[in-house]
């Protein structure tokens, strides 16, 4: 995977997973009375709201992450801890957003949780693309 889309994934890939996932997990427990179609039709702005409160956080754990590889700590420390790693900036985005939203009384307690999920999946993901030795032998050396 090329670095650029590597930057792309972690900064423009949470919010949007995380919107994704909130969306189901607020449909399925019935916690606004909405049909489904309700929820489709309002996900595109759903989704635009998620942008805004997460742009922020999302592009801070993309530096952390490319830290993280261009130190070629993902080739010492393996898959791992590169998805832990990943879960725990997620957790953290997650709780900023969160005391944001409840500071417009609009809490939702369960973000963190989103917020591991969605960072646990991006990690997986750029961690799974990552050659595990970062330095390529050439032939004859």
Known sequence: M??????????????????????????TTGRTGDSISDTVVRFPAFVCVAYMLGIVPSLLYMLAMEVWFRKGLHARYGMLCTVC???????????????????????????????????????????????AN???RTPGS
Request: net charge positive; with cysteine.
């Open 2 to 27: 090329s670095t650029h889309r590597r930057i792309l994934i972690e900064w423009l890939g949470p919010p949007f997973l995380a919107a994704f996932l909130t969306t189901i997990f607020i449909t």
């Open 85 to 131: 790693l990943s879960s725990l900036l997620g957790t953290g985005a997650a709780f900023v957003i969160q005391l944001v939203l409840q500071a417009i009384t609009m809490g939702m307690s369960f973000l963190p949780s989103i917020g591991a999920f969605v960072g646990c999946l991006i990690g997986l993901y750029v961690g799974r693309q990552q050659p």
């Open 134 to 136: 970062s330095q390529q």
